[in-house]
């Protein structure tokens, strides 16, 4: 990967409602049930836990383009291989018949958990650390995740990030 390449990732809070890691692992395990057309792997290193996960599902449009090979194929082939085709599904069709038409996506979620401040405990004087959990996502892992997350997350974050009073920070968090 070259400097000037970028990752296309995203970073979310999880929900306080999930207490534990594991809770939150066997979720996702739920959700990223085992398929005959998915590959996954848990993932646990440099203190991270996860899963890389890929699968291949069949395009929206793939029966009109089915439609239009297997025209092609007749001007080009014989009555007896085009019936042959016809009559197959696209898993169905050998390799060297016709290539497989399908979409392949690589996804991947993982976890961090952190000790941090507790600030609602903080704002009465009291110092109390509290463990956060993070997801860090790319592909279609935010699908996985998104009923775990903390909604306004970035929104929430943003006025610690900028001192600013400005009316569009105001009616940026108000939005639901």
């Known amino acids: 990967m070259t400097s000037e390449q970028k990752i296309n990732t995203s970073i979310y809070k999880i929900d306080d409602s999930i207490k534990t890691e594991h809770e939150l692992l066997e979720k996702i395990k739920e959700?990223?049930?085992?398929?005959?057309?998915?590959?996954?792997?848990?993932?646990?290193?440099?203190?991270?836990?996860?899963?890389?996960?890929?699968?291949?599902?069949?395009?929206?449009?793939?029966?009109?383009?089915?439609?239009?090979?297997?025209?092609?194929?007749?001007?080009?082939?014989?009555?007896?291989?085009?019936?042959?085709?016809?009559?197959?599904?696209?898993?169905?069709?050998?390799?060297?018949?016709?290539?497989?038409?399908?979409?392949?996506?690589?996804?991947?979620?993982?976890?961090?958990?952190?000790l941090v401040e507790d600030t609602d405990k903080k704002a009465k004087g009291i110092t109390l650390l509290k463990m956060n959990m993070y997801a860090i996502t790319g592909g279609r892992g935010y699908l996985i995740i998104s009923e775990f997350i903390e909604k306004n997350f970035g929104l929430n974050l943003v006025p610690r990030l900028i001192k600013t009073e400005e009316k569009l920070l105001e009616k940026l968090l108000k939005t639901d």
């Open 31 to 114: 959700k990223i049930k085992p398929k005959p057309s998915l590959q996954c792997i848990e993932l646990n290193k440099y203190n991270f836990k996860g899963f890389l996960f890929s699968y291949k599902t069949s395009p929206d449009w793939i029966n009109l383009i089915m439609d239009l090979l297997i025209d092609d194929f007749s001007k080009n082939e014989s009555d007896e291989n085009i019936n042959k085709n016809e009559s197959k599904s696209n898993e169905e069709i050998d390799d060297n018949e016709t290539f497989e038409l399908y979409n392949s996506n690589i996804s991947y979620i993982l976890i961090k958990t952190l």
